[in-house]
């Protein structure tokens, strides 16, 4: 009987000696809180791409096309190497360290769908809520934030339920771009139809529509 007292004692201490270490474990890949975000920081190439990740859903043309397109651009334009990565691929403490541009939806990323209640839209299969304004299921919508997983660095989120509707923005000017998909020949060639900017706290103010007339004119017009 002695021995079995023994071996229990022993048995919780181990167990409490072990249980902080899994607890920081655990608060690691915690999804940070409104208050721990980061100051705002504007989008540029060399802070943004620097240390950077592509997560795109496995088995999604669209969206490995687009990730495709932004690592090729950043390495032709900036000598900068972007990993890409399938959701099924990457892990939340591999995602802590770096910046990362996020691609899809809640149906098909599991990142998104994780980190969906912590984001500044609601994307669902029929509809996109942006700020105070509505779309319908044609529209997409980019936009730079914190890393969720860590907010020293940044993430790019890039959603959208047709890969028509998925774009990488160049933000200059803004920090969020509604997009629509394109069916139409030219010149009704121009994506984005909204932008929108942050505080210095990474709060949303009002989202502004693109004037009809611009839209017209080809993205290149637009001033």
């Known amino acids: 009987m002695k021995n079995k007292i023994l ?6 201490t181990l167990t409490a000696l072990f249980q902080p270490s899994y607890a920081l474990a655990e608060e690691k890949t915690a999804v940070i809180t409104q208050n721990e975000r980061s100051q705002y920081q504007p989008f540029s190439r060399e802070v943004y791409y620097n240390n950077c990740v592509i997560v795109y859903p496995k088995e999604d043309r669209g969206g490995y096309i687009i990730a495709s397109g932004i690592a090729s651009e950043a390495m032709k334009n900036s000598k900068i190497s972007i990993q890409i990565l399938k959701d099924s691929e990457a892990t ?8 990362v541009i996020v691609i899809g939806n809640i149906a098909i990323n599991s990142f998104i769908k994780e980190l969906e209640s912590k984001l500044p839209v609601k994307l669902t299969a029929d509809s996109l809520r942006v700020g105070t304004k509505s779309y319908d299921k044609d529209y997409g919508v980019s936009f730079i934030y914190p890393n969720l997983y860590n907010p020293v660095n940044k993430m790019i989120f890039i959603m959208a339920n ?3 509707a998925l774009k990488m923005p160049d933000f200059k000017g803004y920090d969020l771009a509604v997009t629509k998909g394109i069916n139409e020949i030219l010149p009704f060639q121009f994506k984005e139809v909204a932008n929108g900017k942050y505080d210095e706290k990474w709060n949303l103010k009002e989202v502004e529509e693109i004037s009809a007339k611009l839209l017209q004119t080809g993205e290149n017009e637009k001033v």
Do not use: D, G, P, Y
């Open 7 to 12: 071996l229990l004692t022993a048995f919780l």
């Open 92 to 99: 939340k403490e591999s995602l802590q360290s770096k910046n």
């Open 162 to 164: 047709s890969e028509n």
